[in-house]
C-alpha cells in the first residue's frame, strides 16, 4: 500500500475513533437516562420466539440471560431457534411463525435482523431485537439499547412498538430475479460493497467497524463504474440520467452509523428511501474531500456537501424505487451482506411493513 494512502487512513482513523468517542459517551448518557423510564414499561404476556445465532461469541451467554431474565419475569412462553448455515434468519422466523409465536425476536447482528424482518414483513407480527453483533446499526437508529441486555429485553418483550419501511434490493439479471433482498439500514452497489467483502472478519471482531476503513483503503483507487439511473421521486414523475460515473450508489432506510451521518434526511417510516451518489477525483485529495463531506453533514445534520470540497461529489434524492443498469459488473450488499455481482437492479420500498418494539417511554 503506498505511504500516503497509509498516512491518509491513520487520520482517517483517528478523527473516527474521536467522534465515536464522543458519540459513545453520549449515547451512554441517554441510555441513562431512558433506562430509568423503561422500568414503568408493563410486561406483554404472550408467545416468544428468540431467534439466536449461535456463531456470535456471546451467544450461549445470551441465552441463558433471556432466559433468566424471562422466568424472573414470569414471561413462561418462551422458545428458541438457532440460525444454520441452511437455516437463516428468515426460514427461523417462519418457523416460528408456524410454531405460534406472537412476538419473534431477533438475536443477533445486523444480519440476523434483516432475515428475520425478511419474514416479518408484512405480517404485523411484532419484531422484538437484542443486539449482540458488531454494528447493530438498525438497533441503534430505532434507539435500542445495544451493550444492555436487560433495557434491550425490557423493549422487546413490553408494549410499545413502531412501523418501519422495509428496503427490497431485486437482482434483475440473476436468476431469483423476483426475489426483493430485504434491507433495514442501507443497500448498496460500487465502493461500499467492496469495502464490506473485503473485511477481515477478525480485525472487525477487535476494532469492530472501523475495520471497514482499513478495507476500504485498498479500493480507494479501485476503478469507476458507469451505468444509467432511473430514480421514481416522492411526486412517482421518473428521471432517468445515462452515462452516469461514480464510485458507489446506495440506497438506505436509515441513515446514521455511529459518529457519522451518511444520510441526514433518511427517515424509516416515510415511503422513501434516500439515493446517494457518490464520487471523486484527484486521487487522495477527493476521497479527502468526501470524508469532509461525511463530516459537514454530521454536524449541520444537513444533507450538504462541504462548501470546501472540489473533488467530491454527492448527489441525493429521494424515492419509493430506483434502477441502475451498469456497463460492467459490480458488488452489490445489503445491510452488509454481499449478494454478488450484478449489472442490473431495482431498489424499491414497503411502506412501513414492519412492526418493531422501541422504547417509546412517553
Not at 456470535?56 to 438457532?82: D, G, L, N, S
Request: proline letters at 4%; charged letters at 20%.
Amino acid at each position: 500500500m503506498p505511504t500516503p494512502a497509509i498516512v491518509f487512513l491513520c487520520t482517517l482513523a483517528g478523527l473516527a475513533i474521536v467522534f465515536a468517542a464522543v458519540a459513545l459517551l453520549m449515547r451512554a448518557y441517554k441510555q441513562r437516562e431512558f433506562a430509568r423510564k423503561l422500568e414503568a414499561r408493563d410486561d406483554d404476556q404472550v408467545s416468544y420466539a428468540f431467534i439466536i445465532n449461535p456463531s456470535k461469541p456471546q451467544a450461549a451467554e445470551t441465552r441463558k440471560h433471556i432466559q433468566a431474565y424471562c422466568k424472573a419475569k414470569h414471561i413462561r412462553e418462551v422458545r428458541f431457534i438457532e440460525t444454520r448455515l441452511d437455516r437463516d434468519g428468515k426460514a427461523c422466523a417462519l418457523m416460528a411463525l408456524e410454531q405460534g409465536a406472537q412476538v419473534v425476536v431477533a438475536v443477533g447482528g445486523d444480519g440476523t435482523v434483516r432475515t428475520v424482518a425478511s419474514a416479518l414483513a408484512g405480517t404485523g407480527q411484532a419484531m422484538g431485537i437484542i443486539p449482540i453483533g458488531t454494528g447493530n446499526l438498525f438497533a441503534r437508529n430505532m434507539g435500542i439499547p445495544v451493550g444492555n441486555l436487560d433495557a434491550a429485553l425490557t423493549v422487546a418483550t413490553s408494549h410499545g412498538s413502531n412501523l418501519v419501511d422495509v428496503g427490497r434490493m431485486f437482482l434483475l439479471d440473476g436468476q431469483d430475479k423476483d426475489r426483493g433482498h430485504a434491507f433495514l439500514i442501507i443497500a448498496g452497489i460500487g465502493f461500499d460493497a467492496l469495502m464490506i467483502d473485503d473485511t477481515d472478519p477478525n480485525l472487525k471482531k477487535t476494532v469492530s467497524w472501523l475495520a471497514y476503513f482499513i478495507s476500504g483503503a485498498k479500493h480507494l483507487f479501485a476503478p469507476k463504474y458507469t451505468g444509467d439511473i432511473s430514480i421514481t421521486r416522492p411526486d412517482q414523475v421518473t428521471q432517468t440520467n445515462t452515462s452516469v460515473t461514480f464510485r458507489t450508489f446506495m440506497a438506505g432506510n436509515c441513515g446514521e452509523i455511529p459518529g457519522f451521518s451518511l444520510m441526514p434526511n433518511a427517515s424509516w417510516d416515510d415511503g422513501n428511501l434516500d439515493f446517494e451518489i457518490i464520487d471523486t477525483s484527484a486521487g487522495l485529495i477527493g476521497w479527502a474531500n468526501l470524508f469532509g463531506d461525511v463530516m459537514h453533514q454530521t454536524i449541520t445534520r444537513k444533507a450538504s456537501k462541504s462548501p470546501l470540497s472540489t473533488n467530491s461529489t454527492i448527489v441525493q434524492l429521494q424515492g419509493p424505487r430506483a434502477e441502475i443498469k451498469l456497463d460492467d459488473p459490480a458488488l452489490a450488499q445489503v445491510d452488509g451482506d454481499i449478494l454478488g455481482e450484478t449489472r442490473h437492479i431495482a431498489l424499491e420500498v414497503e411502506r412501513q411493513a414492519l412492526n418493531v418494539r422501541v422504547p417509546q417511554t412517553d
